[in-house]
């Protein structure tokens, strides 16, 4: 039997350890290269990061990246951009339309002869978190408040133990902004509950 021995020198092998990668998130939305809102990510790059921002988006570097398509993927890869930044502006103005006439109801409801609770429906449609606001009412008006399901289903509402209407419409509007005082509207409701 004969051994095979190959005397032809191996190039070293070196080990390098991996390097660490720095990632930048916008914060707006994740994969925004897929969604349509690249356009609102590059806005807040060139923002929050001037130096990155002209790094990927100076006239080079898309020249760079476009000459390597061939041409028919260069006009197909422009008209969907076109489609998917007219989607995500029709997205943005129907959200804001959504948002300009979504109503915030606080309702006063007889739960016993004298006993009342504050529920307060329509805060999610304005972003802002039930549970947060419901523990700020706790503390701010020294009661009981919580998150429950409507009773159709669809949502949730903020119930707040007492007869505090008016003053839960009055520290909504001091301290969220992004509410329109005209869209708060407090409703009496005699039927009793339980």
Same mark, same amino acid.
């Given at each position: 039997?004969?051994?095979?021995?190959?005397?032809?020198?191996?190039?070293?092998?070196?080990?390098?350890?991996?390097?660490?990668?720095?990632?930048?998130? $916008?914060?707006? =939305?994740?994969? $925004?290269?897929?969604?349509?809102?690249? &356009?609102? $990510? @590059?806005?807040?790059?060139?923002?929050?990061?001037?130096?990155?921002?002209?790094? +990927?988006? !100076?006239?080079?570097?898309?020249?760079?990246? +476009? !000459?390597?398509?061939?041409?028919?993927?260069?006009?197909?890869? @422009?008209? *969907?951009? !076109?489609?998917?930044?007219?989607?995500?502006?029709?997205?943005?103005?129907?959200?804001?339309?959504?948002?300009?006439?979504? #109503?915030?109801?606080?309702?006063?409801?007889?739960?016993? #002869?004298?006993?009342?609770?504050?529920?307060? !429906? %329509? +805060?999610?449609?304005? %972003?802002? @978190?039930?549970?947060?606001?419901?523990?700020?009412?706790? #503390?701010?008006?020294?009661?009981?408040?919580?998150?429950?399901?409507?009773? =159709?289903?669809?949502?949730?509402?903020?119930?707040?133990?007492? *007869?505090?209407?008016?003053?839960?419409?009055?520290?909504?509007?001091?301290?969220?902004?992004?509410?329109?005082? %005209?869209?708060?509207?407090?409703?009496? *409701?005699? #039927?009793? &509950? %339980?």
């Amino acid at each position: 039997m004969t051994e095979d021995t190959n005397t032809e020198e191996t190039a070293p092998t070196t080990h390098t350890e991996p390097q660490g990668r720095t990632v930048v998130y $916008c914060g707006e =939305t994740q994969y $925004c290269e897929f969604g349509g809102t690249v &356009k609102r $990510c @590059e806005e807040w790059l060139e923002k929050n990061y001037p130096e990155l921002h002209a790094r +990927l988006y !100076s006239d080079e570097a898309l020249n760079a990246n +476009l !000459s390597t398509l061939s041409v028919s993927a260069q006009k197909r890869a @422009e008209k *969907d951009a !076109s489609k998917k930044a007219a989607k995500a502006e029709a997205q943005a103005a129907a959200e804001e339309t959504r948002r300009a006439t979504a #109503k915030v109801q606080i309702k006063r409801v007889e739960r016993n #002869k004298r006993k009342f609770v504050t529920a307060v !429906s %329509g +805060l999610e449609a304005h %972003g802002v @978190e039930l549970k947060k606001v419901a523990k700020e009412l706790g #503390k701010r008006f020294a009661t009981g408040s919580s998150v429950t399901k409507l009773p =159709t289903g669809l949502g949730e509402e903020i119930v707040v133990q007492g *007869d505090l209407a008016d003053d839960i419409e009055e520290w909504l509007l001091e301290n969220y902004e992004q509410i329109p005082e %005209g869209n708060v509207e407090v409703v009496e *409701d005699r #039927k009793r &509950k %339980g």
